[in-house]
């Protein structure tokens, strides 16, 4: 079994944590893959069950209900049953929604499946970045934590061609009756794989030892570190294990109230800031700058394809740069590309390719920061015996910013007019810019327990205890 030196005495296995870390973020791909696949199927559902605009919106925003519902549990059930299993649960209810949005007779029915199908995405969001920091060693725990947000965009990018496929494979009146309903039955073939697979992957081996079973974790990490290393990995757990409460409270005391302050904030923001605004509704956007219906899907494709570029680009240099540093960098592209866009539709310059070009700049530059850093940062930053509810309670929050943000973009770019709408998104790119560099620390190559002493390190510096924060970082 390949093997790459680690940064102390052992060796770590790329090949075992790598094969294992894929198989945990195929539970991105069902992400992606179910938050666009309705991009496809609206139109003609629209037509086969006479929707209103009110009823499109509900037929869109009804998974998201699911997601907020499934993160909201996920962290209770993982802590007592354990990563694995509730992530062949959350599969199976994958499964449940993607076959129950093919068949419904009615629309309450397509309603009641999606919402099942969100839950098991509620759930898979919240617990795939999770498992993946808990297995992974520390200095390649960014790439292959962000390996999920990799799945996600892979899965958003192949939905826009297999609903392309599936409506040109013949007429309207074939797609309004049918069509549709292979467009979410698709769905049933990466849940199946994604359910299969979880079966061969170990249980996480930090919640073997919360649970009591360090003779069960060690093999895991042993195949992960090798000897030296695993062993001194369980006492470090055990010990990190003895110092904390078992109490969700323990997240609002001194220090580590600011991780939590940080898991949310950053959570809401990776959301406020407009990139599912410009994901969901990209075709409406390029037309209110002047491009045609055909031009408008061209370009939104090309958002999909930079989106998934640049989240490639991610994985190379999340363990390399750093987390805080690409925040920074982001951010602030971010910022900048939302400015010019809303001058653009100020002065009424959108005849050209500005427009195009900035947007594609705030989507590169979101791929490479918010969008894996947050998923990286929610799953690390948490002590371990709450890190299950604690992440739970960030990926709720999040979860919840995407269903206001999609519900309020239409209206708000009907009332306030795009240029506003874009410089309000571009003013929350700047608090993010200068959220991060104020608050957020760095956690790059810091095994998990590492990043825990910093929080208990702020605690003690809060309360006028020794050593401070600066002390524990360096």
Same mark, same amino acid.
């Given at each position: 079994?390949?093997?790459?030196?680690?940064?102390?005495?052992?060796?770590?296995?790329?090949?075992?944590?790598?094969?294992?870390?894929?198989?945990?973020?195929?539970?991105?791909?069902?992400?992606?893959?179910?938050?666009?696949?309705?991009?496809?199927?609206?139109?003609?559902?629209?037509?086969?069950?006479?929707?209103?605009? @009110?009823?499109?919106?509900?037929?869109?925003?009804?998974?998201?209900?699911?997601?907020?519902?499934?993160?909201?549990?996920?962290?209770?059930?993982?802590?007592?049953?354990?990563?694995?299993?509730?992530?062949?649960?959350?599969?199976?209810?994958?499964?449940?929604?993607?076959?129950?949005?093919?068949?419904?007779?009615?629309?309450?029915?397509?309603?009641?499946?999606?919402?099942?199908?969100?839950?098991?995405?509620?759930?898979?969001?919240?617990?795939?970045?999770?498992?993946?920091?808990?297995?992974?060693?520390?200095?390649?725990?960014?790439?292959?934590?962000?390996?999920?947000?990799?799945?996600?965009?892979?899965?958003?990018?192949?939905?826009?061609?297999?609903?392309?496929?599936?409506?040109?494979?013949?007429?309207?009146?074939?797609?309004?009756?049918?069509?549709?309903?292979?467009?979410?039955?698709?769905?049933?073939?990466?849940?199946?794989?994604?359910?299969? @697979?979880?079966?061969?992957?170990?249980?996480?081996?930090?919640?073997?030892?919360?649970?009591?079973?360090?003779?069960?974790?060690?093999?895991?990490?042993?195949?992960?570190?090798?000897?030296?290393?695993?062993?001194?990995?369980?006492?470090?757990?055990?010990?990190?294990?003895?110092?904390?409460?078992?109490?969700?409270?323990?997240?609002?005391?001194?220090?580590?109230?600011?991780?939590?302050?940080?898991?949310?904030?950053?959570?809401?923001?990776?959301?406020?800031?407009?990139?599912?605004?410009?994901?969901?509704?990209?075709?409406?956007?390029?037309?209110?700058?002047?491009?045609?219906?055909?031009?408008?899907?061209?370009?939104?494709?090309?958002?999909?394809?930079?989106?998934?570029?640049?989240?490639?680009?991610?994985?190379?240099?999340?363990?390399?740069?750093?987390?805080?540093?690409?925040?920074?960098?982001?951010?602030?592209?971010?910022?900048?590309?939302?400015?010019?866009?809303?001058?653009?539709?100020?002065?009424?310059?959108?005849?050209?390719?500005?427009?195009?070009?900035?947007?594609?700049?705030?989507?590169?530059?979101?791929?490479?920061?918010?969008?894996?850093?947050?998923?990286?940062?929610?799953?690390?930053?948490?002590?371990?015996?709450?890190?299950?509810?604690?992440?739970?309670?960030?990926?709720?929050?999040?979860?919840?910013?995407?269903?206001?943000?999609?519900?309020?973009?239409?209206?708000?770019?009907?009332?306030?007019?795009?240029?506003?709408?874009?410089?309000?998104?571009?003013?929350?790119?700047?608090?993010?810019? @200068?959220?991060?560099?104020?608050?957020?620390?760095?956690?790059?190559?810091?095994?998990?327990?590492?990043?825990?002493?910093?929080?208990?390190?702020?605690?003690?510096?809060?309360?006028?205890?020794?050593?401070?924060?600066?002390?524990?970082?360096?």
């Amino acid at each position: 079994m390949s093997t790459i030196p680690n940064t102390q005495n052992g060796q770590v296995s790329m090949k075992f944590v790598t094969l294992v870390s894929i198989v945990a973020a195929l539970g991105g791909l069902l992400f992606g893959f179910d938050t666009a696949v309705v991009s496809g199927a609206i139109g003609f559902m629209k037509q086969r069950f006479a929707l209103n605009e @009110l009823e499109v919106g509900w037929a869109v925003s009804s998974l998201i209900i699911g997601c907020i519902a499934g993160a909201a549990v996920s962290g209770m059930l993982s802590d007592r049953f354990g990563r694995k299993k509730v992530l062949i649960a959350a599969a199976a209810l994958f499964i449940i929604g993607s076959v129950g949005s093919a068949i419904p007779a009615t629309f309450t029915g397509y309603i009641i499946a999606r919402m099942i199908g969100g839950i098991g995405i509620g759930i898979t969001s919240t617990l795939c970045p999770l498992y993946n920091a808990e297995i992974a060693p520390a200095r390649y725990r960014g790439r292959l934590v962000a390996l999920n947000q990799f799945a996600t965009v892979t899965g958003i990018f192949l939905v826009y061609f297999v609903n392309s496929g599936i409506a040109g494979y013949a007429d309207d009146a074939w797609n309004i009756a049918t069509g549709w309903r292979w467009m979410f039955g698709v769905g049933v073939l990466p849940g199946l794989l994604f359910l299969v @697979l979880l079966f061969f992957v170990p249980e996480s081996p930090r919640w073997l030892i919360k649970q009591g079973r360090p003779v069960d974790a060690l093999p895991i990490l042993l195949k992960i570190h090798g000897d030296d290393l695993a062993r001194q990995e369980v006492l470090d757990i055990k010990e990190s294990f003895k110092q904390e409460n078992a109490s969700l409270r323990q997240l609002f005391s001194p220090g580590l109230r600011t991780a939590l302050l940080v898991g949310v904030v950053l959570a809401v923001l990776q959301q406020v800031t407009g990139i599912n605004a410009i994901m969901y509704y990209a075709p409406e956007i390029f037309k209110e700058a002047g491009a045609g219906t055909n031009a408008s899907l061209v370009q939104t494709i090309l958002v999909g394809l930079i989106n998934f570029l640049f989240t490639i680009l991610a994985l190379w240099l999340i363990d390399k740069a750093g987390r805080k540093a690409l925040l920074l960098v982001g951010s602030a592209l971010m910022t900048v590309s939302l400015l010019v866009i809303g001058i653009a539709f100020h002065s009424g310059q959108t005849s050209g390719p500005l427009v195009l070009v900035f947007i594609l700049i705030y989507v590169a530059a979101f791929a490479i920061s918010l969008g894996p850093v947050v998923w990286v940062l929610l799953s690390e930053i948490f002590p371990n015996r709450i890190r299950g509810r604690a992440t739970a309670i960030a990926s709720m929050s999040l979860w919840a910013a995407d269903y206001i943000v999609s519900q309020s973009f239409p209206p708000m770019l009907n009332t306030a007019g795009p240029a506003m709408t874009f410089w309000i998104f571009g003013a929350l790119s700047l608090v993010t810019f @200068l959220f991060t560099w104020r608050v957020v620390p760095e956690t790059k190559g810091k095994s998990l327990e590492e990043i825990e002493a910093v929080w208990s390190a702020k605690a003690k510096a809060e309360t006028g205890d020794q050593p401070t924060l600066a002390a524990a970082v360096d």
